[in-house]
């Protein structure tokens, strides 16, 4: 059977914390230029309230678990994207770098191995860049 959501909340609390995941501001900006997937796991108001970083794919973090477990069928249906493989490069971003490194736990636990987040979040983003509503 597959875990319910507090089981891969105590899989991603015990998993190792010793490798860095997060990427900063301008490891993002070169990352955006490559194939790497970008999912903002802000809310959908957040997204329509702040803007977001261009090219991203919105997946509130409380959809991430059943998001990644779709088949890809329905994940383009749903997100109007390609559902990333488990060897895809993925980050995950949020407001302030707390949501996207849950995700991080989440992707991880589910068996995806090139994840990272940005930990800056969209709070540093704007500080950088000009905004873009969606």
Not at 99 to 105: F, H, P, V
Request: charged content about 30%.
């Amino acid at each position: 059977a597959a875990p319910d959501l507090k089981s891969i909340n105590v899989i991603f609390y015990n998993l190792s914390t010793t490798a860095d995941h997060s990427v900063s501001y301008k490891e993002l900006k070169d990352l955006l230029k490559s194939q790497t997937i970008h999912i903002d796991v802000r809310e959908k108001w957040e997204i329509g309230k702040f803007g977001k970083i261009p090219g991203s794919i919105n997946i509130p973090l409380g959809e991430v678990v059943e998001a990644l477990r779709m088949n890809p069928e329905d994940f383009k249906e749903q997100y109007n994207q390609d559902m990333p493989a488990k060897l895809d490069h993925i980050v995950f971003s949020c407001m302030a770098g707390v949501r996207s490194k849950r995700a991080l736990d989440i992707a991880m636990s589910l068996g995806f191995s090139r994840v990272q987040h940005y930990a800056g979040g969209f709070e540093e983003w704007r500080e950088y860049e000009p905004l873009e509503k969606n």
